[in-house]
């Protein structure tokens, strides 16, 4: 059974670094063809793809937030980890993570999700 | 980046009646080598993770019923439910995964009539 789950803090400053960590579950980030991806929310609204890391340690990001972003990933503790620099305001959002296989691209299993709001 | 463009952005029906969301795509997601379509269909209800519905377009989830089905090709896709029923009421988001940015739609708010 696969699942995800997302941590980090609830309340960043505007400047400030987030740093998001996505721990899972029922598969390995070394096995091929498995990749987890970060997506976002900000509340009422759409969603928004923003980066992904496959089990080659291939990357992809979005290219509107590439420079703020960056994803890594630690197989020994089953982990994803995203950090996005500078935050502002208009980043608050739900940020989840979710997990893909790679011949098949779509997310299949996603977490919960953790409500980041960025305030003075 | 591709821009993918729902219609409506809201949607009432009545229980049992069918409902249609449109997802159009502003270039072909159809990978020519495999001859499939890098589309998928999601659904969120309030306060909950979206949940995957279709992959491949038309490939229906494990576990999702009959009565939603996925259609299109090219860059026009259509997601159908047959017979709506209270626990359909959610927001639905198509997402394309040809190419990187993996974008969504904006969504379609389905309510009851």
């Known amino acids: 059974q696969i699942t995800l789950k997302e941590s980090g803090p609830t309340l960043v400053k505007p400047t400030q670094t987030l740093t998001l960590t996505c721990t899972f579950s029922g598969f390995s980030l070394s096995s091929s063809g498995v990749g987890v991806g970060w997506i976002r929310q900000p509340p009422g609204k759409a969603l928004e793809w923003l980066a992904l890391?496959?089990?080659?340690?291939?990357?992809r990001y979005s290219p509107s937030l590439k420079s703020r972003l960056t994803i890594t990933k630690d197989t020994s503790k089953n982990q994803v980890v995203l950090t996005m620099t500078n935050m502002d305001p208009v980043d608050t959002a739900a940020y989840y993570c979710a997990h893909l296989e790679y011949l098949l691209g779509h997310f299949d299993y996603w977490g919960q999700g953790t409500l980041v709001t960025v305030s003075s | 980046d591709i821009v993918m463009t729902q219609s409506p952005d809201s949607l009432a029906v009545s229980l049992g009646e069918r409902a249609t969301i449109n997802c159009k795509s502003s270039?072909?997601?159809?990978?020519?080598?495999?001859?499939?379509?890098?589309l998928a269909w999601y659904q969120q209800k309030p306060g909950q993770p979206p949940k995957l519905l279709f992959y491949w377009a038309s490939t229906r989830e494990s576990g999702v019923p009959d009565r939603f089905s996925g259609s299109g090709s090219g860059t026009d896709f259509t997601l159908t439910i047959s017979s709506l029923q209270a626990e359909d009421v959610a927001v639905y988001y198509c997402?394309?995964?040809?190419?990187?940015?993996?974008?969504f739609g904006q969504g379609t708010k389905l309510e009851i009539k």
């Open positions: 890391i496959y089990w080659d340690d291939d990357k």
């Open positions: 270039q072909n997601i159809l990978y020519n080598s495999d001859n499939n379509n890098y």
């Open positions: 997402q394309q995964y040809y190419s990187t940015p993996r974008t």
